[in-house]
């Protein structure tokens, strides 16, 4: 089954909105990891976040291991944080990353 | 810290030619290496994971004879599209974690190579 799964897939919304992106993970996966891949294709650390709650000035990401999901919040939303969020969790006993088909992410000024 | 960088960017050969892109940690020592593919709007297929020094570990369904994967040195590692073919066109993007100081928690990627096979 579906290992990694995020909602939305797609998001539109105005500069200064707020935004709730979500990761459902399956029980084979853990060590949680959010990523934004920006316009260009590279891909940024965010968080990583087997469980409990960061926050890095706008961004902050909570993870209950035990629900087995994962929220990334953006608050005021600018135009530079378009681009597809990605959460990705690794197979139990593996080094590799499975990914979720991601959410895009389009901030219009 | 953490940067890995990928060379070329970019890419664009003739159908049968062979293609080799790099990948380097530059600040850390990369013990082990990934090379994923993304077809567009889609999301990052990972093809294998290299360990410093041994043979690369292929997903299913990904030809090993087709995609040459060497991690000769904990700095860099390489894939080698050999006999490219239009079907190939993808973005190439390779990630690396290991040590920096201590173990890694996670992976870091490169900006990744597109390449496109006329």
């Known amino acids: 089954g579906i290992q990694v799964e995020q909602s939305p897939p797609d998001l539109i919304l105005q500069e200064g909105a707020n935004s709730t992106l979500r990761c459902n993970f399956s029980?084979?996966?853990?060590?949680l990891q959010w990523f934004h891949q920006n316009p260009w294709g590279q891909l940024i650390n965010l968080f990583y976040?087997?469980?409990g709650t960061k926050q890095n000035g706008r961004l902050s990401a909570t993870t209950v291991a035990t629900e087995r999901y994962s929220l990334l919040y953006i608050s005021s939303s600018q135009t530079t944080d378009s681009g597809v969020y990605f959460c990705?969790?690794?197979?139990?006993?593996?080094?590799?990353?499975?990914f979720g088909q991601g959410t895009r992410l389009t901030i219009n000024p | 810290g953490a940067v890995v960088s990928q060379h070329p960017s970019w890419v664009i050969c003739k159908s049968g030619t062979s293609v080799k892109i790099e990948c380097r940690s530059l600040?850390?020592?990369?013990?082990?290496m990934f090379w994923y593919r993304q077809f567009p709007k889609q999301s990052l297929m990972l093809m294998a994971t290299?360990?410093?020094?041994?043979?690369?570990?292929?997903e299913q369904g990904v030809e090993k004879d087709k995609f040459l994967i060497n991690h000769a040195s904990l700095t860099l590692s390489t894939l080698t599209v050999t006999s490219a073919h239009p079907e190939d066109s993808s973005f190439y993007i390779c990630?690396?974690?290991?040590?920096?100081?201590?173990?890694?928690?996670?992976?870091?990627f490169g900006p990744g190579t597109r390449l496109l096979v006329l």
């Open positions: 990705a969790g690794r197979i139990q006993g593996a080094q590799k990353l499975v």
């Open positions: 990630s690396a974690t290991g040590l920096a100081g201590s173990r890694m928690e996670t992976q870091y």
């Open positions: 976040i087997p469980s």
């Open positions: 600040d850390f020592q990369a013990t082990t």
């Open positions: 029980d084979s996966v853990n060590n």
């Open positions: 290299s360990n410093e020094g041994s043979k690369a570990t292929y």
